[in-house]
T-cell receptor, first 104, second 112 residues
Framework: GIQVEQSPPDLILQEGANSTLRCNFS?????LQWFHQNPWGQLINLFY???GTKQNGRLSATTVATERYSLLYISSSQTTDSGVYFC??????FGAGTRLTVKP | NAGVMQNPRHLVRRRGQEARLRCSPM?????VYWYRQLPEEGLKFMVY????????ESGMPKERFSAEFPKEGPSILRIQQVVRGDSAAYFC??????????FGQGTRLTVV
C-alpha cells in the first residue's frame, strides 16, 4: 500500500516564528488533505490540495504531485497553532503526523 | 448542513460487553472511514466502507470487530467482548467520491 511520511515528527517554536511541515508519499495520488488535531482532539480541515498552492490566512500549502510531496507553511505562529498536523493521501491513508508546540 | 455526527461521545463498557459506535456522515456522502487513535499516537486506519459495501477492512482486527454502512442509517462500528486494550478514541470521516473528507468529533471508549 501507499506509504506516507511526515517530517519533522516534532517541532517546537517560539510564538511568531515560521515553519514548514513536509509530507512525502510513495505513489501517485489524486487526493491529499492536511488536518490539524487540536489539543482537545478535534480534527480540523486545513486544505484539500491534490496539486498546486492554496493559502488561508497565515497558512498555505503546496503539493507537487509529480514529485510526490506536499508542504504546509505556517507563518507568524501562535500558541493556538499547537497540536498535531496530519496529511492524508489517496483513500485517506495518514502519515504519523508532526507534533507542533508553539511557546509564548 | 450538519457535519459528521458520532455518538456517543463517551462510552464506558465493562470487559466482555459489546460496544456500538455510530457515525452519521454528512448529507450526500457515501464513503465512510473508521480510525482508532491511542493517546499520543496517530490515526490508525481500520475500515473503508461505501453504502452496503466494505471496500477495505485491512486495518481491522479479524476477531471481535465488525463494521457496516447500511443503505439507510448510520455506519456502525461494533466491538464484541471488549478488552482493556480496546480503550481508545474512534474517529470516522466521510466524503463524496474524490472530494474533501470531514471528521466527526470521535467516540472515546473506556473499558473498565
Amino acid at each position: 500500500g501507499i506509504q506516507v511520511e511526515q517530517s519533522p515528527p516534532d517541532l517546537i517554536l517560539q510564538e511568531g516564528a515560521n515553519s514548514t511541515l513536509r509530507c512525502n508519499f510513495s505513489d501517485s495520488v489524486n487526493n491529499l488533505q492536511w488536518f490539524h488535531q487540536n489539543p482537545w482532539g478535534q480534527l480540523i480541515n486545513l486544505f484539500y490540495i491534490p496539486s498546486g498552492t492554496k493559502q488561508n490566512g497565515r497558512l498555505s500549502a503546496t503539493t507537487v504531485a509529480t514529485e510526490r510531496y506536499s508542504l504546509l507553511y505556517i507563518s507568524s505562529s501562535q500558541t493556538t497553532d499547537s497540536g498535531v498536523y496530519f496529511c492524508a493521501v489517496y483513500d485517506m491513508r495518514f502519515g504519523a503526523g508532526t507534533r507542533l508546540t508553539v511557546k509564548p | 448542513n450538519a457535519g459528521v455526527m458520532q455518538n456517543p461521545r463517551h462510552l464506558v463498557r465493562r470487559r466482555g460487553q459489546e460496544a456500538r459506535l455510530r457515525c452519521s456522515p454528512m448529507k450526500g456522502h457515501s464513503h465512510v472511514y473508521w480510525y482508532r487513535q491511542l493517546p499520543e499516537e496517530g490515526l490508525k486506519f481500520m475500515v473503508y466502507l461505501q453504502k452496503e459495501n466494505i471496500i477495505d477492512e485491512s486495518g481491522m482486527p479479524k476477531e471481535r470487530f465488525s463494521a457496516e454502512f447500511p443503505k439507510e442509517g448510520p455506519s456502525i462500528l461494533r466491538i464484541q467482548q471488549v478488552v482493556r486494550g480496546d480503550s481508545a478514541a474512534y474517529f470516522c470521516a466521510s466524503h463524496k467520491m474524490s472530494t474533501e473528507a470531514f471528521f466527526g468529533q470521535g467516540t472515546r471508549l473506556t473499558v473498565v
